[in-house]
T-cell receptor, first 114, second 107 residues
């Protein structure tokens, strides 16, 4: 089974621009979660999608948004980029939603905002 | 507010020595509890979960509900255990990560 894939792997943007990151879950997985990882804040939950519906959202401003398609692929969008948005963005997929479902992580997209 | 604390940022042990990684959590209700590991140049992956009561790669984790702790232990550390370890409670649908502990096992 192919693992979770994320594209692009690296991205450089400037302040004020917007960016879209993509995540393809493991085949058959319907839940996709997004996390932001920074040296200062560690791993922080952004949101989770299940069957095209946002199930939960972390404590991030409205500039961060996402969506999920019928094939379970998910995209995350960040508008009006700020320097502090520079981070590794991880996506994770699981078969179902809820505590016992193991999450499988992708390699991440490294976003640098200049 | 929900909180998970891993007090040690760095932990260095000799091969064959015991290793214990501490995790304390503050949650309303009873979260599911996980340990995740990230080896060098690899993806974050699940190491073990409390609900399975399993031992993975020699690691076990003890849940102490009174102390709200979920410490990870291994009696004899191996060099291949060098990695970053994250304690991660999960309530509803959100997984929260501690700051992580970097373990270095020296020969």
């Amino acid at each position: 089974k192919a693992g979770v894939t994320q594209t692009p792997r690296y991205l450089i943007k400037t302040r004020g621009q917007q960016v879209t990151l993509s995540c393809s879950p493991i085949s058959g997985h319907r839940s996709v979660s997004w996390y932001q990882q920074t040296p200062g804040q560690g791993l922080q939950f952004l949101f989770e999608y299940f069957s095209e519906t946002q199930r939960n959202k972390g404590n991030f401003p409205g500039r961060f948004s996402g969506r999920q398609f019928s094939n379970s692929r998910s995209e995350m969008n960040v508008s009006t980029l700020e320097l502090g948005d520079s981070a590794l963005y991880l996506c994770a997929s699981s078969f179902g939603t809820g505590g016992i479902n193991e999450q499988f992580f992708g390699p991440g997209t490294r976003l640098t905002v200049l | 507010a929900q909180r998970v604390t891993q007090p040690e940022k760095l932990l260095s042990v000799f091969k064959g020595a015991p290793v214990e990684l501490k995790c304390n959590y503050s949650y309303s209700g009873s979260p599911e509890l996980f340990w995740y590991v990230q080896y060098s140049r690899q993806r974050l992956q699940l190491l073990l979960r409390h609900i399975s009561r399993e031992s993975i790669k020699g690691f076990t984790a003890d849940l102490n509900k009174g102390e709200t702790s979920f410490h990870l232990k291994k009696p004899f550390a191996q060099e291949e255990d060098s990695a970053m370890y994250y304690c991660a409670p999960r309530d509803d649908y959100k997984l929260s990560f501690g700051a992580g502990t970097t373990v270095t096992v020296r020969a």
